[in-house]
């Protein structure tokens, strides 16, 4: 099989319902199996898929592994040259999975590559979460061409070229089974969110490149399992973000006092936007942060030194923070 297609669902259903049928109707043709992949979802979303849809495969899990556990357990139950991570709540339209395939068929030094992400909610605007490629700034904090903090741009074809970028969201994300399975699958410290990143970055100091293929698009709702409010999802952003500079800086910086120092920076700063949420009366959002950090410290070790490795593309040298809130470079 060329593309194991595997959604990881967690109490998804009315996802599933809206948008499975058009993802099968769109491999139809393709050497593609559709799989589901269930983190023990408790709203009945194996009983829906195996009434609704007994054609699609279900790997059942026997409790919430998170995004990062849950694909790491399936994938290792599929074989196919290569893996498509997608989430429940996209919407596809036909033909989209085709310019990914043959990008990676043409392009043997691709470990990654994914499509052009826009809005579920407004289709000629690019999605937060993915839009047209991801890019990290010199403190860790990421962005995308076509989104910067909350400033999110219309698609006017501005990114229709394929891009080299440093990562494609893992919203919608095809992987070159061979180099999953070398860098080991995603890091399960992560748990959730920008485990992709770390994944696509670790793929680049190795000599792999990640590619956006705007030949491709995908329609995303986002926040479909976590809501941009919970606090749960700060915690797991802060922290995240700080395994993501521990384990890739020290073979970008080649310097294990520049890593520190580049980290300890990005710790005051995030010490900086928990006074802010304080100071605001987001007492949830205070200790969210406060919390992230303890677990990095207890979760952190020390990143792999390579020998030989390669700058990754979409490092931003500067910090986006301001460009984000003022508008100026």
Known sequence: MKAGVVILNYNTKDYLRQFLPGLLASCEGLDAGVYVADNASEDGSQEYLQSHFPQVPVIQLE?????????NRALKMIEADYYLLINSDIEVPEGWLRPLLEWMDTH???GACGPKFLSWHQRDTFEYAGAAGGLVDRYGYPFCRGRILQKIEKDHGQYDEPADVLWVSGACLLVRA???????GLDERF??????????????????????????????????TLPNESPFKLRLNFRN????????????????????????????????SALVYLFKGKGSFFRAV????????????????????????????????????????
């Open 241 to 272: 973000n700080l395994l993501l500079l521990e384990n890739n800086l020290p073979s970008t910086l080649h310097s294990r006092f520049r890593t520190r120092l580049r980290i300890l920076t990005r710790m005051c700063l995030d010490g900086l």
């Open 108 to 110: 043997p030094q691709c």
């Open 63 to 71: 409790k919430n592994f998170g995004f990062t556990g849950g694909y």
């Open 191 to 224: 748990f959730a969110h920008m485990e992709e990143i770390d994944l696509c970055w670790k793929m680049q100091l190795r000599g792999w490149k990640v590619t956006v293929v705007p030949q491709s698009k995908v329609y995303h709702i986002g926040g479909g």
């Open 290 to 329: 406060v919390q992230a950090h303890r677990e990095y410290r207890r979760l952190r070790t020390p990143g792999e030194m390579l020998e030989k490795a390669r700058r990754p593309e979409g490092l931003y040298r500067g910090w986006i923070v301001p460009i984000g809130l003022f508008g100026k470079k």
């Open 178 to 184: 061979s180099v999953w399975k070398a860098l080991g």
